[in-house]
């Protein structure tokens, strides 16, 4: 039976890889600083062995690691909010890059984890603004503290990966969505007010720019690729994308007719740039085709099928 040990257990992706792992039979192990978020279970995914642990403990960590001698390791962990790296950027480089070193560090340290396989979560936000669908080769261009650490993370994987031969994959993934993303996040925060607006329970909502645009796919999904990524043959970079792009402004309008908000957004939506952030990312689009032709994954839940899932989960859930 192969063994995983998901790092940012609690987190979306780290709740819906696990039950994916899980459900292909492997023994699953999760780590994170909090069980909180395994308090509930909304969905009814099947939970893995779980462990508290900070992955800044080095010696706790690598005591975990070489006694369960994990064959795959995902690290999800980390600050994931690019708004809180604005206003706490030494925690967030804290987190996505030193958390990280310990760990490839504990694996260089240890010849029984050689062959261990490592996925690391980057992130599309490292790229900056683009109008072009991106892929492996496109240049970086962060404008966030919380993109920066990315950036730094994945090339701190690329060095361990060249310099000390570990087995690292990075899938640079974009923005992705499910019934367990907190409503810090734009996308659920405009379906949870607009779910209160349809009730009658609020009048408005308030954001700062409507006119950025993302690539947003289903974490469900993206937990897939994840794992197939670490099947290949050899370590390589992949986007995880949809192809697709849509701006706030299509979300609203979609949210809006799915829960049959009669209006225009200017009734119901109120503008405010201190909500904007000090340097946003105007527009992004991945491009997915070489995981689609190295490894057969591409996204399925089409855009308007993801707002629909999860207007549909925050109705039942508010109720």
């Not at 257990?9 to 890889?17: H, I, K, R, S, Y």
């Not at 999760?30 to 062995?49: C, D, E, M």
């Amino acid at each position: 039976m192969p063994r995983a040990l998901i790092l940012g257990a609690t987190g979306q992706d780290g709740q819906f890889l696990a039950d994916f792992l899980l459900g292909k039979n492997y023994e699953v192990l999760g780590i994170s600083r909090s069980k909180a978020p395994f308090q509930t279970n909304p969905l009814n995914l099947k939970r893995p062995s779980f462990k508290t642990i900070d992955i800044a403990n080095t010696q706790g960590l690598s005591e975990l690691i070489s006694n369960f001698r994990p064959d795959e390791i995902y690290n999800l962990a980390g600050e994931s909010s690019v708004s809180k790296s604005f206003k706490d950027p030494e925690k967030t480089i804290e987190s996505n890059v030193v958390g990280l070193v310990s760990l490839l560090s504990i694996l260089v340290n240890n010849p029984k984890l050689h062959s261990t396989r490592v996925f690391q979560a980057s992130s599309a936000e490292m790229f900056g603004s683009s109008n072009e669908p991106l892929n492996e080769n496109s240049p970086f261009k962060p404008v966030s503290p919380y993109s920066i650490s990315k950036l730094a993370a994945h090339k701190i994987c690329h060095s361990y990966r060249e310099n000390f031969g570990l087995w690292i994959s990075c899938g640079i993934l974009f923005n992705h969505e499910s019934e367990l993303r907190p409503d810090s996040f734009v996308f659920q925060k405009i379906i949870t007010s607009a779910v209160a607006i349809s009730r009658k329970e609020a009048n408005s909502m308030t954001l700062g720019n409507l006119d950025i645009s993302r690539d947003w796919g289903y974490s469900k999904e993206y937990v897939e690729a994840m794992w197939l990524i670490l099947q290949a043959d050899n370590p390589k970079d992949y986007v995880v994308a949809t192809g697709t792009r849509h701006s706030l402004r299509d979300l609203i309008e979609l949210v809006f007719k799915n829960l049959q908000i009669k209006g225009g957004l200017d009734e119901f939506i109120k503008i405010d740039s201190s909500f904007a952030r000090p340097t946003d990312v105007e527009s992004t689009v991945g491009d997915p085709r070489k995981i689609e032709a190295d490894l057969g994954w591409k996204a399925k839940t089409r855009f308007e099928e993801l707002v629909d899932i999860l207007v549909r989960h925050q109705l039942k859930d508010s109720l």
